[in-house]
T-cell receptor, first 114, second 119 residues
Framework: AQSVTQLDSHVSVSEGTPVLLRCNYSSSYSPSLFWYVQHPNKGLQLLLKYTSAATLVKGINGFEAEFKKSETSFHLTKPSAHMSDAAEYFCVVSDPGNTGKLIFGQGTTLQVKP | GAVVSQHPSWVICKSGTSVKIECRSLDFQATTMFWYRQFPKQSLMLMATSNEGSKATYEQGVEKDKFLINHASLTLSTLTVTSAHPEDSSFYIC???????????????FGNGTRLTVT
């Protein structure tokens, strides 16, 4: 069965410093992985996706993630945090059965300090 | 891009009443929609998979008689919380995939969610 584990429930960074949000996955076959962001009381916005193409994936708003099969990881990074990046981030794996439902990690709250 | 519209964005109802939440795909067709529930400070939990023209598939532990799902057309799925109680208060989010262009490993398009408060 597919699953993802986000290693940090809360990450705090200063504005202008790098962001690292960690995610490990478990999958019995080649996974499709995503990062979504959720601002308070809002729906979810797709940041980026990995679907077995390039292992380094670039997304919106300067975010990127690297798929490392040997480490079963898909960490999200950004070189320089902005105040507007403060939100909840979810690492997600697709269950490619006949419906393709998404399975969410526990979420990481990113706090950006001025 | 593909847009999923969810209505209402928030609703307050009294205990014992029923509430209907609509999820529409505005510019694409969706044979399958997904309903998630999110408690405060927690992740999204899949409740059920809504299938156009057939019965929904519920996840383990989700009461199908309490959370009625209807997917009557390729652009509309509804979730009805029947005989709501305070413990049903939560954030409900629907999502969908364009069945003409998206593969099963494609990301989902999400609605903006419905905040349900049962008093």
């Amino acid at each position: 069965a597919q699953s993802v584990t986000q290693l940090d429930s809360h990450v705090s960074v200063s504005e202008g410093t790098p962001v690292l949000l960690r995610c490990n996955y478990s999958s019995s076959y080649s996974p499709s992985l995503f990062w979504y962001v959720q601002h308070p009381n809002k729906g979810l916005q797709l940041l980026l996706k990995y679907t077995s193409a390039a292992t380094l994936v670039k997304g919106i708003n300067g975010f990127e993630a690297e798929f490392k099969k040997s480490e079963t990881s898909f960490h999200l990074t950004k070189p320089s945090a902005h105040m507007s990046d403060a939100a909840e981030y979810f690492c997600v794996v697709s269950d490619p059965g006949n419906t393709g439902k998404l399975i969410f990690g526990q979420g990481t709250t990113l706090q950006v300090k001025p | 891009g593909a847009v999923v519209s969810q209505h209402p964005s928030w609703v307050i109802c009294k205990s014992g009443t029923s509430v209907k939440i609509e999820c529409r795909s505005l510019d694409f067709q969706a044979t399958t929609m997904f309903w998630y529930r999110q408690f405060p400070k927690q992740s999204l939990m899949l409740m059920a998979t809504s299938n156009e023209g057939s019965k929904a598939t519920y996840e383990q532990g989700v009461e199908k008689d309490k959370f009625l799902i209807n997917h009557a057309s390729l652009t509309l799925s509804t979730l009805t919380v029947t005989s709501a109680h305070p413990e049903d208060s939560s954030f409900y989010i629907c999502s969908a995939r364009d069945f003409e262009t998206d593969f099963l490993d494609s990301p989902l398009h999400f609605g903006n969610g419905t905040r349900l408060t049962v008093t």
